[in-house]
């Protein structure tokens, strides 16, 4: 995502919802990592807001909270469906999974299927490379690449990132890519672009080549989701959570 | 002024205004050290994720008493346009917080504030903290976040191993021990509320904020780990003299 989801824009779900229908699982297992903003309490708060009343189930990981908690890393990311990634410094937080191994852990989940999504750091992370601001000025920052190519965010928001990115691609420092619009996402499949949807009229996206040919992205913008009609909790799991509750 | 002085690391197990709030005994032990009536003090919240409540409580601890500032690796900086390089150099004292030794370890390596403090260490900027603000300036800990205790390779200024909240978590030291047993280097551990002084690379003492805080020497000695109960120096009011009589 360019941008928006529960984190940049929480009166529209449209983006945060459609996440939901790519995962197959009845009852989803949902992880939110915060990492690239050091967890504040508030995108914490923001996810269980949008997603706890859904069928999924949410987990939140902190990497600077949990001190001393017996967890295993691993375990706890592969178990789940999705993986959510906030913005933030994306030099911070790429530097602080490879310290505590999650960089290896991620690229696993994904090769089993996990479902990958994220914001602005969140979004650039899975490709080869992107802009990040996080020294101030743009400028490119290698990610994990489990994707080829690289990604631009925020290009309406921010548009300092733009001419900093196209040069990039241009000098050969990142591979070719795309750039988004906040409020734009990305789904890709096989490593191979899908679709390009949007939670916001207007909002686009772009290929950008070497030479400097860009192509305007086809998006679909999506129904504009004010409740949670679009994956309301099924009965037998709404029974069986407060059993659950009631059993504590 | 900073030039005249020796590097100079206060280790603390615990304590210091983000653990015992209305005990300012080893703040005001380190702001002491500085020299200064009122010392320049920036505090590093990165091992928290700059976590706000804290950089406000930090602010509310010190700004009576010293200039204080804090630098942030996570958001930017209204109104403080100079790199972080060089306001950290400025600096008489420099405090860390608690939180995640390991992303604190990440995030300063990945912006070269290891460097930096490094730097300021050798110039005889006072660097101290608490918990992973303790065990960042050691070369082997205990890292308990994620499964299993593990080591961790710390910045490496203290040549040692070491240990936080000694005596508040028992587990602490029994895994303290088992690595030590694994070759873990020999070091220091201290309760909350000691804190190990070291100057240059020797201990010069241990202090403490309460009267029955311990620090101790951990070391590995012909097949077993050998515990040494450490000197310390209570920097509260004298305890009434009976009492150290009755032993």
Redesign the interface.
Known sequence: MGGGGFTMEPGNPALDHFLLTLLERREPRLLFLP??????QEQVQRFHACYDGTAGTTTVL????????????EELVLAQDLVYVGG??M??M????????LDRILRTAYERGTVLAGLSAGAMCWFAGGVT?S??APAPVRGLGLLEGSLSVHSDGEPDRLPVYREAVRRGELPPGWAADDGVGLLFEDETLVRAVSSRPGAGAARIEADGTETELDVVELPRATDRRLRPVPHDIAEFRALRRARG | MSSQRPPQIVAFGGGGFSMEAGNPLLDDYVLSLTGVERPRVCFLPT??????HYITRFYRAFSGRALATHVS????ERGEPRPFQERLLEQDLIYVG???V??L???W???GVDEVLAEAWELGIVLCGL??GSLCWFADIVS?????PRRVAGLGFLPYSNAVHYDS?PQRRTSYHRLMSEGMLDGYAAADGAALHFVGRDLERVVSSRPQARAYRVAWQRGRVVETELETHYLGAAEPSSTAVAA
């Open positions: 990492t690239a903003s050091g967890d504040p902190s990497l600077f909270r949990l001190h001393g908690q017996d967890l295993d890393l933030g410094s030099r911070n790429l530097a602080i999974w490879r310290e505590h191994g601001k020294g101030g | 091992a928290s994720g700059d976590a706000d690796l996570f958001r930017e608690g939180g995640s390991s992303s370890l990440g995030t390596r990945a912006h918990s992973a308990k976040f994620n499964g299993p978590d």
